[in-house]
């Protein structure tokens, strides 16, 4: 029983020591020229999916949980959340290239098309991100729409 309250005491001091180390924070009021809602032109509709569904990883401007406080699941969203706008940046979409656009929207229809995107870790938690099949299938003709106008 001794060990047992040892392990706990040092797990508890060990997880509030490391709530000391913070992340850096992906938010960026800025309005950018480059992106990619401006650039196209997006309808309402699709538009408010994609922000809903995507930017939050793909944007410079996360909306955070309130969990993003609490470590290490901050260092779990900072790392999810470098790892998608290093793949696409929504915010960035007029600084690629078009054969870097058409090869990113080849990715953002199949990656929907076979239920990658958005991850089941984002929609278990934002249940409003997940596609419904008609939503899908409507972003995916808008995006092969663009794909094909490049």
Not at 6 to 22: K, M, S, Y
Not at 27 to 40: I, L, P, W
Not at 98 to 104: A, E, G, I, L, V
Not at 120 to 146: N, P, V
């Amino acid at each position: 029983m001794k060990v047992f309250k040892t392990i706990a005491w040092i797990l508890l001091i060990a997880f509030v020591g490391i709530q000391f180390f913070p992340t850096d924070r992906n938010q960026n009021e800025a309005v950018y020229v480059s992106d990619f809602m401006r650039v196209n032109n997006v309808p309402p509709v699709i538009q408010n999916k994609i922000e809903v569904s995507c930017y939050d990883c793909h944007s410079n401007n996360t909306k955070y949980p309130w969990y993003n406080r609490i470590q290490p699941a901050a260092w779990f969203l900072e790392d999810h959340i470098k790892e998608g706008k290093d793949e696409l940046n929504f915010n960035e979409w007029d600084d690629y290239s078009d054969r870097r656009k058409n090869s990113k929207l080849r990715s953002i229809i199949s990656q929907i098309e076979d239920d990658e995107m958005p991850l089941d870790s984002y929609t278990l938690i934002h249940r409003d991100a997940k596609f419904s099949e008609s939503e899908k299938k409507e972003i995916i003709k808008y995006m092969t729409k663009l794909k094909n106008n490049l």
